[in-house]
């Protein structure tokens, strides 16, 4: 292995490849939720795009789940309104 491929060499942690699992399945929902919207767009149906868009905004299931397994709630820190 020469330098430059040893400097570029990634290194994972333990736990890294459920996390990288987990953003890439994130990534294929957030892609074909894209995708339905524009197809409303394209259709002309704005309103329900816009419903979708408002129905998606409030699934809870929505959060990533590296940010739920990170402990992350959705909730503002302490102090922060």
């Known amino acids: 292995m020469n330098r430059m491929t040893q400097e570029n ?4 942690l ?5 996390a990288i699992r987990l953003l ?6 957030f892609i074909n ?10 259709l002309g149906r704005n309103e329900k795009a816009l419903a979708y868009i408002q129905k998606l905004a409030q699934d809870p299931d929505l ?7 990170a402990g992350y709630t959705g909730k503002p820190p302490v102090g922060i309104p």
């Open 9 to 12: 060499e990634v290194r994972m």
């Open 14 to 18: 333990p736990g890294d490849s459920e």
């Open 24 to 29: 890439r399945r994130q990534r294929h929902d």
């Open 33 to 42: 939720h894209l995708q339905v919207v524009y197809t409303l767009l394209q």
């Open 63 to 69: 959060i990533s789940d590296v940010l739920r397994e």
